[in-house]
């Protein structure tokens, strides 16, 4: 009996907490506005756990109220601060496209770009999440280009562009040491045409000069020296200029010993 009379006492009091759930407000035991300052309190202290339950509380409370966009902002906060950088993406996400009113919304837009970019890897790695931020980037400059996040956007595009741009340069660079010098040269190509004004462009022209003499395409070799005594002047360029013209004298001396062994 006593059993009996304690699942009708649970059954009851589930129908009372299913009934008073069934509004469209969630009822709880505090108020929103108690919610959101807990959970700035928490913020405020780094305690990001407690802030992500209280804001999301602010929101299952008042979805629509006047703290939703600044407690679904600073979720992504959150998540941003503890690292956890898709699930931050998610939480901005949400706030461009349920409260694009919000004045959040434009940092949103960058933070989603600079979660991806915090995400991406060294370069010989897979560069998925590089090529997502990159794009984010541009976009969050074509959508604000009056913004004060603006110089820092084009920092990171020019951060992603020379990554990108190694990558690339390393495989080039890579099948020159094996003495692929066709390939070599495609790599390289492909990298001064998407990634000329980056860091990687000079060493690029250099290993292809490097190609060039062992392809004995003398020509081109010559016109590559030229254009990259024009475009940059170091002790260190001078070096490998110096090094790749003892290469060229060396391999014509192997030219004319070839053409007499011929005779």
Not at 42 to 48: G, L, Q, S, T, V
Not at 134 to 163: G, H, T, V
Not at 238 to 244: G, K, M, P, S, V
């Amino acid at each position: 009996m006593k059993t009996d009379r304690l699942f009708l006492i649970l059954l009851i009091t589930a129908v009372f907490v299913l009934g008073g759930c069934a509004g469209n407000k969630i009822k709880t035991g505090m108020s929103t506005d108690e919610y959101f300052k807990k959970a700035e309190a928490a913020f405020k202290k780094k305690k990001w756990d407690s802030a992500i339950d209280n804001f999301n509380m602010v929101l299952l409370n008042s979805p629509g109220g006047e703290l939703a966009d600044d407690a679904q902002y600073h979720l992504g906060e959150c998540y941003f601060n503890k690292k956890e950088y898709l699930l931050a993406v998610s939480e901005y996400r949400q706030l461009t496209e349920r409260y694009s009113y919000s004045p959040f919304v434009e940092e949103s837009y960058y933070k989603i770009a600079l979660s991806y970019f915090k995400q991406s890897p060294k370069y010989p790695l897979e560069q998925a999440s590089t090529l997502r931020a990159l794009q984010n980037f541009q976009d969050f400059i074509d959508a604000y280009p009056a913004s004060e996040l603006r110089m820092q956007a084009e920092e990171r595009i020019d951060e992603i562009r020379n990554k990108l741009a190694r990558k690339v340069y390393e495989s080039g660079k890579l099948y020159r040491k094996m003495e692929e010098w066709d390939s070599a040269v495609f790599y390289l190509d492909k990298m001064l045409e998407e990634f000329y004004d980056t860091d990687w462009a000079i060493p690029a022209k250099l290993e292809k000069a490097h190609c060039y003499i062992k392809l004995r395409q003398f020509d081109e070799y010559k016109s590559i020296v030229s254009n990259i005594r024009k475009s940059e002047q170091s002790p260190k360029v001078d070096e490998r200029l110096q090094y790749l013209n003892r290469l060229h004298e060396k391999e014509q001396f192997k030219i004319a010993k070839e053409k007499k062994l011929s005779k």
